[in-house]
């Protein structure tokens, strides 16, 4: 067996999995990486998994993979740098354990990642947020949910995986009502609620009668929903909701896009950037910058309060005292 299998083998069950305590989310991503890597050694160097040994994967190697990603697979800079940070994880990890290819794994940890141009972030205006809540037909128990789901996104700003793994022990609707979200990196957060939040969770506890474990955003069988039946779910309440709020054709709404509508809620309502850092559960407030950079209304605000170039400073005086006076009425 060549070093490369018994050391990926204990990233995975050892120190990924115990030491970092990473999600399942994350593991799974690392080892889609792995997979792609390996497949790709075999089918262009009839190299077989368990023979590779670690000086292989050279940098010379890893950066033909990342450019197979983008150049044959379609993959964007997002998702090519995605594979490189698991790769880094990974020969972070061998470098400790393998010192005597310290040269080799560290040209490999050398190779930066690619920048990006921003894209726009898209969100919902408080017109086209009326019209999606009020497309939904709430006769039947799945737009009833399909409708609280909604509303509970744009209100909290939760991620999809959140809204879905969410259960009712982790709602309060008592005094101070709020929600636990458990929510990317194993991070726990408190994300208050409004008053219609909190009148559209009991009528819906009141209906499904759950117990404390039981998912607030069930299926049709009781099961959580998954993230591709939320997205779906949503694509057909967009589409009905059109004709209300014709804007909505210009725009690609998904699950994402109502958190940040949430997140410009709560900019255009005049809460500091750090707060909705903490609201979202972002990493860092430096993350939550985007929301500015997307508000044009407050770029034009701001604007406005700018003295246009070549004016000269000094404040206006009337002409004379009857001009004041009237100006004073």
């Known amino acids: 067996m060549s070093t490369l299998a018994p050391t990926l083998e204990k990233y995975f069950t050892s120190h990924l999995a115990h030491s970092l305590d990473a999600s399942s989310h994350t593991i799974a991503a690392y080892r889609d990486t792995w997979r792609l890597l390996l497949s790709w050694l075999l089918a262009t160097g009839n190299h077989r998994p368990e023979t590779i040994d670690l000086r292989i994967l050279d940098s010379a190697t890893i950066s033909a993979f990342l450019g197979y990603l983008e150049q044959e697979r379609g993959n964007g800079v997002r998702t090519r740098n995605a594979r490189l940070a698991a790769l880094h994880s990974f020969f972070t990890y061998a470098a400790l ?42 006769s039947t128990r799945t737009g009833r949910r399909d409708r609280l789901l909604i509303l509970i996104a744009i209100s909290t700003g939760m ?82 909701a059109t004709t209300l709020a014709p804007t909505l054709k210009t725009k690609t709404i998904t699950p994402h896009v109502l958190r940040h509508t949430a997140a410009m809620r709560l900019l255009h309502a005049g809460v500091d950037t750090t707060v909705i850092a903490l609201w979202l559960g972002h990493e860092s407030p430096e993350t939550t910058q985007i929301y500015l950079h997307a508000d044009l209304a407050m770029k034009e605000k701001a604007l406005e309060r700018v003295r246009p170039t070549g004016v000269l400073p000094g404040r206006y005086a009337p002409a004379d005292s009857l001009v004041a006076f009237l100006e004073a009425l």
């Open 159 to 240: 991620r999809v995986s959140e809204l879905t793994a969410l259960t009712w022990a982790d709602i309060h609707l008592g005094a101070g009502a709020h929600l636990v979200c458990h929510g990317k990196g194993r991070k726990d957060r408190a994300t208050p609620l409004s008053r219609e939040d909190v009148a559209a969770l009991t009528n819906w506890k009141t209906e499904r009668s759950p117990v404390a474990e039981d998912v607030v955003f069930p299926t049709r069988d009781g099961t959580r929903m998954s993230t591709d039946a939320v997205a779906q779910r949503l694509t057909i309440h967009v589409t009905t």
């Open 97 to 138: 354990h393998h010192p005597e290819h310290a040269d080799t794994l560290g040209r490999v940890l050398a190779i930066p990642v690619k920048r990006h141009s921003r894209t726009d972030i898209s969100y919902l205006t408080h017109e086209e947020i009326t019209a999606l809540l009020g497309a939904v037909d709430c």
